[in-house]
């Protein structure tokens, strides 16, 4: 063998040793990294961020949402005085973010429930993501009944099954909760239904026009216990008296009004406290329009309006 060739081959062999040394100590650490991860590395990692999630999503659930209850009122003192301190506390207790805002009507037509809703859904705060319609004289007596950020859009608290007096099963009336959008996409409610009655019912068909799907509580055994309706019904009568051709004009879905075209003055917002409790109060003017809806006016004021002409 030549020289050259004795170097040739010596070096091959370091060559070989070489990397025969660095494919062992290769094949080496992958086993102890895979031993390792094949021990305790897993469980824990899983473990940790399993509860990370959980933590983080039972956080942002209480945090992130928060409920503007928009009472529609007037005249019911002694209601709203229990109210209050009832359902602040209430809440409070199952941690659901909340204020009260009581939507008094100050003007002198006949009550407009589904108005005052869309004027609080207006004055309310943008910090609330969603909004309860709530009647000033229904609160929940089972603690189990929830009020949460409403996964389909719309969860109707007050449901036929528990109401104490509402038993049909379009009926959407008493407590209803909707998010913000779901709200906007109806266009509120309607603002020709002056004195008492349907404009729940009405709501109902632009809920489903938009084919919002309804959630209600489920699993509560209380029945129609489950609320208190602090209603005297002689004492407090309902405005069910019609006028002109308010039952025709109402028999059918307004797609003309809505929140987005209401109109009204705020006469004045003060915040309040009822036995520890908050409360915005926001007086409401609201303003009608005689030729479309004459019925809103209450019918003392019918010969006076009719001998100037303003009504028919
Ligand atoms: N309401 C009011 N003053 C009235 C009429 C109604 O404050 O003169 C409000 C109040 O929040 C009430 C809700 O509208 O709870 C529904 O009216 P009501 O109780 O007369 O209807 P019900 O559901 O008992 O048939
Ligand atoms: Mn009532």
């Known amino acids: 063998m030549s020289a050259w060739i004795q170097t040739l081959v010596k070096r091959k062999r370091t060559k070989i040793v070489f990397v025969g040394l660095t494919v062992t100590f290769s094949l080496a650490l992958i086993l102890m990294v895979k031993l390792q991860s094949d021990t305790e590395q897993p469980v824990t990692k899983t473990h940790k961020v399993i509860i990370r999630t959980e933590n983080a999503e039972s956080t942002t659930v209480t945090e992130r949402h928060k409920m503007a209850i928009l009472v529609p009122f007037r005249d019911r003192f002694e209601e709203l005085l229990e109210f209050v301190p009832y359902m602040h506390d209430f809440l409070n ?25 869309n004027v609080g859904f207006l004055e309310s705060g943008k910090d609330c993501d969603y909004i309860a319609m709530h009647d000033v004289d229904l609160v929940p007596v089972n603690p189990a009944i929830a009020y949460p950020y409403p996964r389909t859009g719309v969860y109707h608290v007050a449901s036929p099954d528990l109401h104490p007096l509402y038993h049909y099963k379009k009926f959407v009336g008493g407590i209803l909760l909707l998010t913000r959008d779901a709200f906007t996409s109806t266009n509120g409610m309607s603002n020709r239904y002056w004195g008492w009655g349907l404009e729940d019912d009405e709501f109902y068909v632009r809920m489903r026009r938009q084919m919002l799907e309804i959630e209600r509580p489920s ?85 006076v309006y009719k001998a100037k002409g303003l009504i028919p």
């Open 93 to 117: 207790k199952q941690g659901t973010a909340h204020q009260i805002y009581v939507i008094n009507q100050v003007d002198d037509y006949r009550f407009n429930r589904a108005a005052l809703i």
């Open 219 to 303: 699993g509560i055994t209380t029945g129609y216990e489950t609320f208190r309706h602090i209603h005297n019904r002689k004492k407090r009568r309902r405005d069910t008296a019609k006028h002109f051709n308010q039952t025709q004009e109402l028999r059918h879905l307004d797609k003309k009004t809505g929140a987005s075209n209401i109109k009204y003055t705020i006469d004045s917002k003060t915040d309040i406290t009822v036995a520890g409790a908050p409360a915005k109060i926001i007086n409401v003017v609201l303003d009608c329009d005689l030729k479309d809806t004459p019925w809103c006016l209450k019918p003392e004021y019918h010969t």
